[in-house]
Nanobody, 125 residues
Framework: VQLQASGGGLVQAEGSLRLSCVVS????????LGWFRQAAGKERETVAV????????YYTDSAKGRFAISRNNDKKTVYLQMNSLEPEDTAVYYC???????????????????WGRGTKVTVSS
């Protein structure tokens, strides 16, 4: 399984970015998918995850109300729409996947098995 994230870049505070992550493999619909980030000198943290059901989502507190995670099973892609960006959102953003049963939506970094290389997001003040 390979994941390829894109969409990062430099944006001013209060701006928006949309990250995309294409996942290879035949069983995309069986994956829970997540976006995680790692700022310089800090540990990787969960930003948002989405389960096999699009109604099953989780957001870290700092992302609630600003970010939205979504998935398109036909395109084998997971998205992260980020609005009202703040300098504190500056980090490398990673997408990850894990095959799960329908009722499970893992939320922690250690839960996820497959990882992409990351895309850098820089928010200037």
């Amino acid at each position: 399984v390979q994941l390829q994230a894109s969409g990062g870049g430099l944006v001013q505070a209060e701006g928006s970015l949309r990250l995309s992550c294409v996942v290879s493999g035949r069983t995309f619909s069986r994956y829970a998918l997540g976006w995680f980030r790692q700022a310089a000198g800090k540990e990787r943290e969960t930003v948002a995850v989405i389960g096999r059901s699009t109604s099953s989502t989780y957001y870290t507190d700092s992302a609630k109300g600003r970010f939205a995670i979504s998935r398109n099973n036909d395109k084998k892609t997971v998205y992260l729409q980020m609005n009202s960006l703040e300098p504190e959102d500056t980090a490398v953003y990673y997408c990850a996947a894990k095959e799960v049963i329908m009722t499970v939506t893992p939320t922690t970094v250690d839960d996820y098995k497959y990882w992409g290389r990351g895309t850098k997001v820089t928010v200037s003040s």
